[in-house]
């Protein structure tokens, strides 16, 4: 099983991105997945949260600005990022917890840069 980002880069304040997150092997239904960020000097933060429900939760940091979706049909998780700002730039990363049978996964993260 595999799980990859893709989507970030440059964007300036205000401005918006959206990541991707895929997981190989049609598995994604299994799985809640979670979006985390790492900034340099910074501990890894979770910004969102989407359960095999697709129950959503956010970081209070980007409520009301994020929005994380899910099509199992396409063994993909979104981010749609809004409004963003500096506080924003890091690596956004993708894990799956381990469930019954599967272990942890993890992307190998994707960068996003907020320029003023």
């Known amino acids: 099983v595999q799980v990859a980002e893709s989507g970030g880069g440059l964007a300036q304040v205000g401005g918006s991105l959206r990541l991707s997150c895929v997981m190989s092997?049609?598995?994604?239904?299994?799985?809640?997945i979670n979006w985390y960020r790492q900034a340099p000097g910074k501990q890894r933060e979770l910004v969102a949260s989407n359960t095999t429900a697709s129950e959503v939760s956010y970081g209070d940091s980007v409520k009301d600005r994020f929005t994380m979706t899910r099509d199992n049909s396409k063994n993909t998780v979104h981010l749609q990022m809004n409004k963003l700002n500096p506080a924003d730039t890091g690596v956004y990363l993708c894990q799956a917890p381990a469930v019954y049978g599967y272990i942890e996964y993890w992307g190998q993260g994707t960068q996003v840069t907020v320029s003023s």
């Open positions: 092997g049609s598995l994604l239904n299994l799985f809640t």
